[in-house]
């Protein structure tokens, strides 16, 4: 069977392509792909060719670490059965093309033990479970050690930086400020303050979560955090930290890099949004056909507008 891929044949250059789909093997499922989300950070460096070297990383690849389908075929002895709708991390399953990470296809064959169970009513909210994980990890260290300060700043008003946002309101901590530049992006808190960065004369947040993507904000940053404070980039950069070091010691100035999630954070943050602690809504911005990729990367990466870009994979279902 044939399953319809996106693929970057070469920074800037994409392709839809029809690849052999596996058989299922033992401890498998396949899925029907319905809706996949388009990474602003991540697919963002492999797309413009600025991501650092990864194992295996080559084009042409096969990107995608947000999909949302539905199971039609399962193993025998699989835990998931033929209906359930799953969450899918991306995917390795298709031969002649790296998979980094592999989910932007029609259909997918993966481990039951990867994809994540997850309402039907979520529909295409369901993408924005990787990024809710992200930003759960950047407080809850996955699990593995003892949870950080939560924000009281966040750098940035993008999905993450509101989803940042929204996890700490949801849990009972004080509101965080969130600075954002585009008056477009600043609109839409819920239960917190978004404000420009020339309008906020604090010098004394304990914890700053920059979620912008921006290294070169470091010495700023670090001006406007207690002293013992601690400055956290939550995310990919594709830029060299920078920064005083005068200024950083000084303050005694703690930075920390948060990096991908892990399957704690997944099954705590579906379970917040079950629960209806975590809303997901009003985050996606755009929806585009498969058959539109390329226009629909070019807005996702060019457009200031889009939040966040979702291929509708249904006619291909």
Request: glycine share 10%; proline share 5%.
């Amino acid at each position: 069977m044939k399953s319809t891929a996106v693929v970057f044949d070469r920074p800037k250059k994409l392709s839809l392509q029809a690849l052999e789909l596996p058989n299922i093997e033992a401890g498998q499922v396949e899925v029907a792909v319905q809706y996949s989300g388009i990474s602003t950070g991540a697919e963002r460096m492999l797309w413009d060719g600025s991501m650092s070297a990864l194992p295996g990383m080559d084009y042409p690849l096969i990107p995608g670490f947000e999909t949302f389908g539905q199971v039609v075929k399962a193993h025998k002895g699989a835990k998931l059965k033929e209906g359930d709708m799953v969450f899918v991390p991306g995917a390795n399953c298709f031969s002649g093309v790296k998979s980094l990470y592999g989910g932007a296809a029609s259909r997918l064959v993966v481990s039951d033990t990867q994809v994540l169970p997850v309402s039907d009513a979520l529909g295409s909210d369901a993408v924005l479970l990787a990024l809710a994980a992200t930003a759960y990890h950047a407080v809850s260290g996955g699990g593995t050690q003892e949870p950080f300060t939560p924000p009281d700043l966040i750098i940035g008003h993008g999905v993450m930086g509101r989803l940042l946002a929204r996890l700490t309101v949801a849990a009972g901590c004080p509101a965080p400020t969130v600075w954002e530049t585009q008056p477009e992006i600043a609109k839409g808190a819920q239960g917190y303050e978004v404000i420009r960065p020339e309008d906020d004369p604090r010098k004394d947040y304990q914890a700053i979560y920059d979620v912008s993507g921006d290294t070169l904000l470091l010495d700023t940053l670090i001006q406007r955090i207690r002293p013992g404070g601690e400055v956290v980039l939550a995310g990919l950069f594709n830029q060299n930290l920078q920064f005083s070091s005068a200024q950083a010691v000084l303050r005694e100035a703690r930075i920390r890099l948060s990096g991908e999630w892990r399957r704690p954070d997944l099954l705590a943050v579906n379970q917040l949004v079950d629960n209806g602690h975590l809303s997901l809504n009003g985050l996606i911005t755009h929806v585009q056909t498969a058959e539109s990729a390329t226009a629909a990367y070019e807005t996702a990466f060019g457009d200031v507008a889009c939040l966040k870009m979702v291929l509708d994979w249904s006619a291909h279902a």
